[in-house]
């Protein structure tokens, strides 16, 4: 594989305008995220936006940014135009999206997503993690998947997403984590699909894929790194990430 990652940002987020320049210990928000990608060492990185402000930040921290059209209506979508203008000629056999909204993502968690693209029956890989508790079970904002990992199985093929707690019964529950790994194959048929039905009643991209027969696997980590969606999440990312930074005694 000769990967590359991409992460799409953009301005225009509902729940928190702005957020991909939302400080953050100091640094905007998606400078946290540009750092915690080139740590990972799987591959160039650039960020993907429609925004010059979000291209100008990327560019003074060293980064790499690609200004794509303002209409296109998904991260998926931003980040394949990028990758036209990035790799015209197709070096890159594999595409990681990497959402701009994880500033505390492992960097190990990049290389994790690329395991279950070892089978070449998958289309794309994404990652999960175990539910902890009745709460994160119970809230929308947390895509649970159905999968079943064997014994000491550390890839699953996905079966279903839902904002429910998917399957029903004893056993584990998988919070689904938004980083992907898709065959540059998979995500040019992706982007050309139309919405599909179950796509738009649960409002997630990728049950478009399985809808349309692609194969989705799953590697499981330990624990889901924290996304930033609302003000809360972001005091919360500035309390963390502050403790955690360099001469603070933590």
């Known amino acids: 594989m000769n990967p590359i990652v991409l992460i799409p940002a953009r301005m225009a987020s509902t729940r928190l305008p702005g957020k991909p320049l939302a400080d953050i210990a100091g640094r905007p928000m998606i400078v946290h995220v540009l750092d915690r990608a080139r740590a990972a060492g799987v591959g160039p990185v650039a960020v993907a936006t429609a925004e010059h402000e979000i291209a100008d930040v990327v560019e003074r921290a060293g980064g790499t940014a690609v200004l794509t059209d303002p209409a296109l209506p998904s991260g998926s979508d931003r980040i394949w135009q990028a990758l036209q ?43 999960v993690a175990p539910v902890h508790d009745q709460a994160e079970a119970a809230a929308q904002s947390v895509v649970k998947v159905a999968c079943a990992f064997g014994q000491d199985a550390q890839v699953a093929r996905a079966l279903y997403f839902s904002r429910l707690p998917i399957p029903w019964g004893e056993g584990p529950l998988w919070h689904h984590i938004g980083i992907y790994a898709y065959r540059r194959t998979a995500l040019a048929r992706f982007v050309c699909l139309p919405e599909s039905g179950l796509e738009k009643r649960e409002k997630l991209e990728q049950l ?24 809360a999440d972001l005091e919360r990312a500035r309390t963390v990430m502050k403790a955690a930074a360099p001469g603070t005694g933590a």
Request: some cysteine.
């Open 85 to 127: 203008q990035l790799d015209p000629q197709g070096l890159h056999d594999t595409v990681i999206n990497l959402q701009g909204d994880l500033p505390g993502v492992d960097p190990e968690n990049l290389r994790d997503v690329l395991r279950p693209l070892a089978d070449a029956a998958t289309d794309i890989a994404t990652l």
């Open 208 to 231: 478009r894929a399985l809808e349309a027969g692609m194969t989705m696997g799953c590697a499981r980590i330990a624990t889901a790194p924290f996304g930033v969606d609302t003000p």
